[in-house]
């Protein structure tokens, strides 16, 4: 029988989930995990982040957020002002603690 975290950890939610017309620039989204991660193997690159033209974003900084037991983690990047739907990618190899 095997025993431990087959799964592996998850993004269960971040924010901000939308900007509104009169805000921004979004430079800043805060992922949550199902679990505690390893920090040191959540970075810059484990993230794809691109904005609604389909241009990637780089670099994107990983900075875990204090307090958080290591759940949550503040992607930062370059001020974003277009408009849209931008898309996220995390992994694959971010690994829980």
Not at 49 to 72: A, C, E, M
Request: net charge negative; hydrophobic share 40%.
């Amino acid at each position: 029988m095997l025993a431990g975290d087959l799964a592996g950890p998850r993004v269960t939610g971040h924010v901000p989930t939308a900007v509104s017309s009169a805000g921004g620039p979004l430079n800043q989204i805060v992922v949550t995990f199902d679990e505690a991660i390893d920090a040191g193997t959540f970075t810059g690159g484990d993230v794809v982040l691109k904005d609604p033209l389909g241009t990637t974003i780089s670099p994107v900084t990983v900075t875990p957020v204090t307090g958080s037991g290591n759940t949550q983690f503040a992607l930062a990047f370059a001020d974003q002002n277009l408009r849209g739907t931008y898309r996220l990618t995390v992994g694959p190899d971010v690994r829980d603690s």
